[in-house]
């Protein structure tokens, strides 16, 4: 297990409690997010790398559809900005972004 200083810790939770209380997303949307911050270590507007194979495996997902679904939707909620790579050793750039005042006025 890998272990993660205060200031992340703190970020991460901060990040979770936004999610919580987004009635828009369910247990797919709050499990995909929750392999994002493991894998960008929680750190918002720095961008990261991560496989799609390696964010199903964790976040319990096991549908393609779904997990597109949910990463389309997290996008244009604006928790993240994505960039597809197209390649398996590479992967995607991924930037969270955390919520913006655009989405909190959908809710």
Do not use: W
Not at 21 to 44: F, K, M, V, W
Request: aromatic share 10%.
């Amino acid at each position: 297990m890998k272990r993660l200083d205060h200031a992340s810790a703190a970020m991460d939770v901060s990040a979770l409690e936004a999610v919580k209380s987004d009635d828009r997303l369910n247990s797919y949307h709050i499990s995909l997010y929750t392999a994002l911050l493991y894998y960008g270590n929680g750190i918002q507007k720095i961008p990261f790398h991560a496989s799609r194979r390696k964010l199903m495996g964790f976040s319990r997902i096991k549908s393609g559809a779904t997990y597109h679904k949910c990463m389309r939707e997290l996008i244009s909620y604006g928790y993240l900005s994505y960039d597809p790579s197209f390649h398996p050793q590479l992967g995607s750039r991924i930037v969270l972004t955390g919520t913006t005042a655009e989405s909190d006025v959908d809710r």
